[in-house]
């Protein structure tokens, strides 16, 4: 059963830094495309972050660039969203996803995520 699992979030203060972690079990894990989308209250879910099948490749969405990192362990089945230097408006619900195809681009947008996790509360105060 596929099944992706998100860990880390919680109450931090601006300028703090969270990891967020999202445990994935999937048997192709080491050939998917994983990313982190975020919903804040009124608003619609939004690409954060996205990683390609072989950890060579991330983007971003400008608002986090330069202040959250992606990274993998394929051992590990994880992936790993380091979140620095926060601001209020990071508020949301982060969630992690699987890619729907293997050994493809890393999809900037949620119709190409087929596995989602149920979510963890990032809240930033300020």
């Known amino acids: 059963q596929v099944q992706l699992v998100e860990s880390g979030g919680g109450l931090v203060q601006a300028g703090d830094s969270l990891t967020l972690s999202c445990v994935a079990s999937i048997p192709t894990f080491s050939g998917k495309a994983m990313g982190w989308f975020r919903q804040a209250p009124g608003k619609e879910r939004e690409f954060v972050a996205c990683i390609n099948w072989s950890g060579s490749s991330t983007d971003y969405t400008d608002s986090v660039k330069g202040r959250f990192t992606l990274s993998r362990d394929d051992a590990k089945s994880t992936v790993y969203l380091q979140m620095n230097s926060l601001k209020a408006e990071d508020t949301a619900v982060y969630y992690c996803?699987?890619?729907?195809?293997?050994?493809?681009?890393?999809?900037?947008?949620?119709?190409?995520?087929?596995?989602w996790g149920h979510g963890t509360q990032v809240t930033v105060s300020s």
């Open positions: 996803a699987a890619a729907r195809l293997s050994y493809g681009l890393a999809p900037l947008y949620a119709a190409g995520y087929a596995y």
